[in-house]
């Protein structure tokens, strides 16, 4: 698997604009987007830390997969996601290597990336993410 | 505060040997170290992923900070790192913008860098750690 670099962590969080507001107060990150993602049933907000993202998430729905989230473990990292070349080859060789897939085929997430999620069970606890943009 | 880039993602594993197996296979990175850090009560061990770590933490000790988090919420990730210029002016900034600090001056952790935490509860469930490397 070619992975270039972190592409973003996701951290799940109750109030998006509060979050917001934390991070930029504190560290001094600008939040560049914020963009709601339907499928996922989340509100997304972004900022840039050297070549990687925060993407802080807040459920629009508590049945969504952020909501059980954090009624199950509150609010905190959600996942991890890495920038892949070739996600249809990355997500085939991960499950030769016995990766459970969540998503046996990439689908489309926030900023328009081609994404998959491995399930946690088999990869020591961290929800991973692969992702790439087919835009370049 | 300056913020450079995410220095490392902080991963608790059950078993070091095993999860250094999952990230070279599945990802083909490659372990460049494996530290104790007695302090911490843990081994870690790094790999690079673009101009961020991963660091896998095992527990040397079931009341370690590590052992801990694996009894209480499972293996996964634990922290994350943000590297910064002048630790010292960003803690004091970041106590002065109203974050807890575990860790009120920096203290040396693993790599040799100088780190310090900031409490869970004023930062929206995550466990975040300012770091420098005084070398550079």
Known sequence: MNVTHIEHIGIAVKDLNEAIRYYEKVFGFKCYSIEEVKEQKVRTAFFMVGQTKIELLE???PEGPIGKFIEKK???IHHVA??????????????????ELIDKAPHK????????????????????????????
């Open 74 to 76: 509150g609010e905190g």
């Open 109 to 136: 997430g926030a900023e328009g990336l081609d994404i998959a999620f491995f399930h946690p069970k088999s990869t020591f606890g961290v929800l991973t993410e692969i992702c790439e943009d087919k835009k370049y």
């Open 82 to 99: 890495f920038a892949v070349k070739n996600i249809e080859g990355a997500l085939h060789e991960a499950e030769g290597n016995g990766v």
């Open 59 to 61: 459920s629009t729905d």
